[in-house]
C-alpha cells in the first residue's frame, strides 16, 4: 500500500463535544444506531454468562478446572467456527441478516446449556453459543466501519467499543448478583431467553431488505 505521508491533525473541539456528535449522528443513523444498541443490550445482559461458566464446571457438571477449561475450549471452538463461516461469505451477503440468526444462535445455545446436565451434549450447546456470540461482535463491527461516513468512523466505533467493553464489566456485576439469588442455571436460561427477545425485538430492522451491500473482505474485522 502506498500512503501519503501522515499529517497529524489537532482538533480544536472538546472530546466532550466529539462525543455528542457521535450520539448526534447515530441517532440521525438508525442503521448504524440500532445496531449498536441492540450489542450494548447484549453485551449488558447476555454477554456476561462466563461469570457463571465456573459454577456449572463445579457444580453442576460436578467436575474440576479440567472441566471449567473443556467448557471454555468448547466454546472457542464454537467461536472459531464463526470466524471462518464468516471469513467464508461472499461481498454482498446480507450481514444484518446474519446477525439476526447468529443472535437466535447464541439465545438457543444458552438455553440449552443451562438445561442440559449431560456433560457432552451440554458441549454442542457451548459451541453453539460461541459461535453465535463471535459472529454477532464480528458482524456488527463490520456493518458500524463500513456504514459509517469517513469523519464521523472513529467517534462511532468508539462509541461500539464502548458498548461491548463497558458494558460488559457492568453486566457481569448484575449477572453475578442475580445467580446468587435464583442459581447459575436459570440466570442463564434467563439470558438466552433475553437474546432471542432482542433477535425478535429487531428483527424488522435486521431482516428487512438492504439498500447497499459491502464487502466483507474490505472491512477490517
Known amino acids: 500500500m502506498k500512503l501519503p505521508v501522515h499529517q497529524p491533525k489537532k482538533s480544536e473541539k472538546k472530546i466532550t ?3 455528542t456528535e457521535g450520539f448526534n449522528y447515530l441517532k440521525k443513523t438508525p442503521d448504524i444506531g440500532l445496531v ?3 450489542l450494548a443490550i447484549i453485551s449488558l445482559f447476555v454477554l456476561p454468562y462466563n461469570t457463571v461458566i465456573p459454577i456449572f464446571a463445579k457444580v453442576i457438571f460436578k467436575g474440576n478446572a479440567s472441566t471449567f477449561g473443556y467448557i471454555t475450549s468448547f466454546i472457542g471452538v464454537g467461536a472459531v467456527s464463526g470466524t471462518i463461516f464468516l471469513a467464508s461469505r ?3 451477503t446480507h450481514l444484518k441478516r446474519i446477525l439476526f440468526v447468529s443472535t437466535i444462535m447464541m439465545g438457543i445455545g444458552l438455553i440449552g446449556f443451562s438445561q442440559i446436565i449431560n456433560f457432552p451434549i451440554a458441549m454442542l450447546f457451548a459451541v453453539l ?3 453465535g456470540a463471535i459472529a454477532q461482535f464480528t458482524v456488527s463491527n463490520i ?3 463500513s456504514e459509517s461516513a469517513p469523519h464521523m468512523r472513529g467517534r462511532v466505533i468508539s462509541i461500539l467499543l464502548m458498548a461491548i467493553f463497558g458494558m460488559m464489566p457492568l453486566g457481569s456485576v448484575v449477572i453475578g448478583a442475580i445467580s446468587e439469588r435464583i442459581g447459575a442455571p436459570t440466570t442463564v436460561l434467563v439470558q438466552g431467553i433475553i437474546s432471542l427477545a432482542v433477535a425478535l425485538g429487531f428483527a424488522k430492522f435486521l431482516t428487512k431488505k438492504r ?3 459491502f464487502p466483507v473482505e474490505e472491512i477490517a474485522v
Open 129 to 131: 453459543t460461541g459461535f
Open 36 to 38: 449498536i444498541l441492540m
Open 90 to 92: 461472499k461481498p454482498g
Open 143 to 145: 456493518i458500524v466501519q
Open 17 to 19: 463535544k466529539e462525543f
Open 211 to 213: 439498500k447497499q451491500s
